[in-house]
């Protein structure tokens, strides 16, 4: 005698048969629908190979778009991590390096970012500032006058952060021939 694959699996104890096999439900009837006209609604046809190729290909692509959104969001923190530590560095650096006065009369202006700043100076300051023995740095949207030696260091940490260091070589003549102390 032939026993279905079913009872052979029920033998070997591979699988076990479960009480809701056992239940069997009556069949369902087909519900009568009336449809007004409309015909009623067809199941799709299995995709096609193509098709399913297209959809692979689709999974992919939002894979690799996803993969490259994380690492460039990576990217961006570490990005962040790195300056908000150069800038802590030179917070620590300028602490009690700074050299301007409340009382500074005098304006030297310059070019940084595109655009003309200007710092207070007295005449001594300005003077040492034209020659290079002064520096100027910017944070926290200040411009901070310090010693040459610690603006190099700023220099070191944070290159964008000078915003002023004339080369004590070419201190009597600006870059377009014009000499320092006519400057505004």
């Not at 005698?1 to 104890?13: A, I, P, W």
């Not at 620590?92 to 700074?98: I, S, T």
């Not at 610690?150 to 080369?167: G, K, M, T, Y």
Request: proline share 6%.
């Amino acid at each position: 005698m032939v026993d279905s694959l079913r009872d052979q699996l029920l033998k070997s104890g591979i699988v076990k048969q479960l009480k809701e096999e056992k239940r069997q439900l009556p069949p369902s009837k087909p519900i009568a629908r009336s449809f007004k006209g409309k015909p009623p609604h067809k199941p799709k046809p299995a995709p096609s190979d193509a098709e399913m190729d297209l959809a692979k290909a689709y999974a992919i692509r939002a894979q690799i778009e996803a993969v490259e959104r994380k690492r460039a969001e990576q990217e961006a923190a570490e990005q962040a991590r790195l300056k908000r530590e150069r800038k802590e560095k030179v917070q620590k650096l300028l602490e009690g390096q700074v050299l301007n006065k409340a009382d500074a009369e005098q304006i030297r202006h310059f070019e940084y970012g595109g655009k003309i700043r200007r710092v207070y100076v007295d005449a001594l300051q300005l003077a040492d500032l034209n020659i290079g023995k002064l520096g100027v740095v910017q944070t926290g949207g200040r411009y901070l006058l310090v010693n040459q030696a610690v603006a190099h260091q700023v220099r070191d940490i944070d290159p964008h952060s000078v915003a002023l260091l004339v080369d004590p070589a070419n201190a009597g003549v600006d870059e377009d021939g014009i000499p320092n102390d006519l400057m505004w």
